[in-house]
């Protein structure tokens, strides 16, 4: 059962690590976005993402943009290239496009960007430099703001997962504004991601070392808890058991996000409405199909269960 309250901050404080968001890459932004508001989810705008310049210049074009579905806590990003914009973010973004479409990106949030930081180095995983990402927001009364985020990420190859990053949430109070968090669909949070890997040894081992968080398990699935969020590590014939009808287009897949409903039945019958089929995983939780949700299936858990489950 979850014991993250319902007004729970939306970042951590001290040496606390959140599953912050987990990401989408997609190769059309406009497809994407049906397929999620029939989810119930709401859309923020298309925004072209940029990292301000160390030199004080104009800010410098990523070559990617976001939409994103904010969560009463957490959120769901959707990641495109911009056409016409060549940078590493975009290549890399449309490498992983090769391998699948779908889930590319977890995002831990964290209070100390330096303490996290000097983790990686000491972790192993050479960090980049931080970078401090820009982009502007208009608010509820029409006002326009900029949000802001300073970004701990590795070099490409270093997470073969996906983009797996640490970061600091610089305006958290613009980013979850009350206007654009969907309500009707009944799901509140972000509750954790499961990966199907090959090793799960190696891979949680060395996910445990980049958030500071033990994993546990043995055999073929292991799991590891963070401050708020939890992360699943399966084998093949693992994924069977907790992620039912997925299928592996390669590994490692970022197979499943699991999601909190405040009322699992409020979320089937909105589901049901929307021509969204589900099946039943017991008495406390569903599963929208890959197909239904951009490439990454989804599993719907109610107050009585938590998911990505414990080893």
């Not at 180095?121 to 509820?140: E, K, N, Y």
């Not at 939780?285 to 990505?308: H, K, N, Y």
């Amino acid at each position: 059962m979850t014991d993250v309250p319902a007004d729970a901050p939306q970042t951590p404080s001290g040496a606390g690590v959140f599953l912050d968001h987990v990401g989408w890459f997609v190769p059309d932004m406009d497809a994407l976005a049906t397929t999620m508001e029939r989810l119930g989810f709401i859309l923020t705008p298309f925004v072209a993402q940029h990292n301000a310049d160390p030199d004080g210049g104009p800010p410098v074009p990523a070559g990617t943009g976001n939409r994103c579905a904010m969560l009463q806590r957490g959120y769901l990003e959707f990641l495109a290239t911009v056409p016409g914009v060549d940078t590493p973010l975009s290549q890399q973004l449309n490498a992983a496009l090769d391998r699948y479409h779908g889930l590319h990106l977890v995002a831990f949030t964290i209070d100390d960007s330096d303490g996290a930081h000097k983790r990686l180095q000491d972790g192993g995983f050479s960090p980049l430099d931080p970078v401090h990402l820009r982009r502007p927001l208009t608010l509820g009364d029409g006002r326009e703001a900029e949000v802001a985020f300073t970004v701990l990420r590795v070099p490409p190859g270093v997470m073969p997962e996906g983009r797996v990053q640490m970061l600091r949430q610089e305006t958290p109070d613009l980013v979850w504004q009350d206007h654009i968090i969907a309500r009707e669909n009944g799901i509140v949070a972000l509750g954790g991601v499961i990966l199907c890997v090959d090793d799960v040894d190696e891979v949680s081992e060395r996910f445990s070392r980049f958030t500071g968080k033990p994993a546990i398990g043995d055999g073929g699935y292991r799991s590891l808890q963070l401050d708020r969020g939890r992360l699943g590590f399966a084998t093949s014939d693992s994924l069977k058991d907790v992620s039912p009808g997925t299928d592996i287009p390669t590994t490692p897949f970022m197979a499943t996000v699991c999601l909190q409903s405040e009322d699992l039945n409020k979320t089937r019958q909105y589901l049901d409405d929307a021509g969204v089929a589900t099946s039943t995983m017991g008495d406390h939780a569903i599963l929208i199909e890959p197909d239904d949700a951009a490439g990454a299936a989804i599993i719907v858990f109610d107050e009585e269960d938590v998911c990505p489950p414990a080893a």
